[in-house]
């Protein structure tokens, strides 16, 4: 079975640009989970998804942060415009549900110049 | 007092040797404890959880051992292997998987 798939797993941009990160789920799955990894620290949740709705974004930055999880599987978050102190690890998540095991992707790696 | 403190931030240990890492939080309505593996460039991948009605679980060469009353838990990797070379985070949450509160994580080398 397939894990949590993430695209891309790398991107360089410059400070005030765009980005946007994808993600698929484990098929099944109904709750995802959006996360940053700054270096040298533990995750940190931004938003949750249960199926299309997001049921915890008290994390996400919204003045440059969005997310969006059409049709409950894909997810996207966006970050525009891109400040310097974005530059991390981006990690998508899911689980078949509440209070189950979250299966993390490989996260992409963020480096704003 | 959401936060979870966690110790060292690196740990060096011979192959064959007990690598003890330990964590502190206090928020008491945490309820649930998992520690989690991550390799470099990839995703954390759960290891071993524990709940606060027991004080220990083992899982092969991995336990926990966990003090409620001082709002401590530990993980021990028994036998320590060179694969074992990676960081390690504790994690804990309320109510499951609702909402895991992160450790800033431990690197551990175990040198042959």
């Known amino acids: 079975e397939a894990g949590v798939v993430q695209s891309p797993r790398y991107k360089i941009i410059e400070k005030k640009q765009p980005v946007a990160f994808w993600c698929n789920p484990i098929s099944g799955h109904n709750t995802l989970y959006w996360y940053r990894q700054n270096l040298g620290q533990g995750p940190e949740l931004l938003i949750r998804y249960e199926n299309e709705e997001a049921v915890d974004d008290s994390q996400l930055p919204k003045d440059r942060f969005s997310a969006e999880r059409l049709k409950g599987v894909d997810s996207t978050l966006k970050i525009q415009p891109a400040e310097l102190g974005d530059s991390a690890v981006y990690l998508c998540?899911?689980?078949?549900?509440?209070?189950?095991?979250?299966?993390f992707g490989p996260g992409t790696r963020l480096l704003v110049l | 007092q959401q936060q979870v403190k966690q110790s060292p931030q690196s740990l060096i240990v011979q192959k064959g040797g007990i690598s003890i890492i330990n964590c502190a939080y206090e928020?008491?309505?945490?309820?649930?404890f998992p520690w989690y593996q991550q390799f470099p460039g990839k995703g954390p991948a759960l290891l071993i959880a524990?709940?606060?009605?027991?004080s220990e679980k083992k899982e092969g060469r991995f336990t926990i051992s966990f003090n409620k009353s001082a709002k401590q838990f530990s993980l021990h990797i028994m036998d320590s292997q060179p694969g074992d070379s990676a960081t390690y985070f504790c994690?804990?949450?309320?109510?499951?998987?609702?909402?895991?509160?992160f450790g800033a994580g431990t690197r551990l080398a175990v040198h042959p």
């Open positions: 994690a804990a949450s309320v109510g499951g998987y609702n909402k895991l509160i």
């Open positions: 928020n008491t309505a945490f309820d649930y």
């Open positions: 998540a899911s689980s078949g549900g509440f209070g189950e095991t979250q299966y």
């Open positions: 524990i709940r606060p009605d027991v």
